[in-house]
């Protein structure tokens, strides 16, 4: 573990200074870049509440698109929310999607999807870092749920990816636990871009090296290659609340 390493004295205010650095991040940056497409606007139609649980991937990603067009236009129906469903709830579970995506307060992917309880399993690490802990939990949605869709979530203005970009321009090193994300993300850092745009390049760079990953994972690869799993890298905009999948 990299929180084991010793590593030079930072002063407190020298590691503030660096975290809002990277916190600031991207948010004007990346206007120009090519994000992939837009979820279909042909899927905006809002789902009806008792809808059929979504069982492929095609679908999965028709429900999250539906909610996404109604978070972003603020015509939110806040779904499955219930007495009754939430008496149904107590006797078992049955999400249709699983979104890993990072710990960053303005990106909850139950109000960005507009989904309600029992809809999605979410699974949140800082930039979307894998270690055996998200591993094992995404293998559970999918293998022991049945989960048809992994969406691996990124956002505008990515904290902990600001912070790898930073640390690695910098040489300054992160604290121990924020030092193991900056590690993980590091090896997605693009190095074709200068300033914010190297931040936002490599925020799209980083979730689809995690997107590849699991996708490659032996007890998931199955599932993609017969068709009954897909793994989709996507990113949401801050500035228009917009989720756009990553090819």
Same mark, same amino acid.
């Given at each position: 573990m990299h929180s084991n390493r010793r590593t030079p004295a930072v002063s407190q205010s020298s590691r503030r200074a $660096?975290?809002?650095t990277a916190v600031a991040g991207t948010a004007v940056a990346g206007a120009g870049l090519a994000l992939g497409s837009a979820f279909p606007a042909s899927a905006?139609?809002?789902?009806? /509440? *008792?809808?059929p649980r979504p069982t492929t991937p095609a679908q999965a990603l028709?429900? $999250?698109? !539906? *909610?996404n067009e109604r978070w972003r236009t603020l015509r939110q129906e806040h779904p499955h929310e219930s007495a009754y469903l939430r008496r149904q709830l107590t006797q078992g579970q049955q999400p249709f999607a699983? +979104?890993? *995506?990072?710990i960053d307060s303005r990106v909850p992917p139950e109000l960005v999807f507009d989904q309600g309880l029992g809809d999605l399993m979410t699974v949140r690490s800082g930039g979307e870092v894998l270690d055996e802990a998200v591993l094992g939990s995404v293998a559970y949605g999918v293998l022991e749920l049945d989960i048809p $869709? +992994?969406? +691996?979530?990124a956002h505008q203005s990515c904290g902990a990816v600001g912070a790898a970009v930073h640390a690695e321009e910098t040489g300054e090193p992160l604290p121990a636990h924020i030092q193991y994300l900056a590690d993980q993300i590091r090896p997605s850092i693009d190095h074709g871009q200068q300033g914010q745009a190297r931040v936002d390049a490599t925020i799209n760079a980083h979730a689809r090296? +995690?997107? /590849?990953?699991?996708? !490659?994972?032996? /007890?998931l690869a199955g599932r993609v290659a017969s068709g009954r799993l897909a793994v989709v890298a996507a990113r949401y905009e801050l500035r228009d609340q917009r989720v756009r999948t990553l090819s």
């Open positions: $660096l975290l809002r905006a139609t809002a789902e009806p /509440d *008792g809808a028709r429900r $999250l698109a !539906a *909610g699983l +979104v890993l *995506g990072c $869709l +992994v969406l +691996v979530l090296s +995690v997107r /590849d990953r699991l996708a !490659a994972e032996a /007890d």
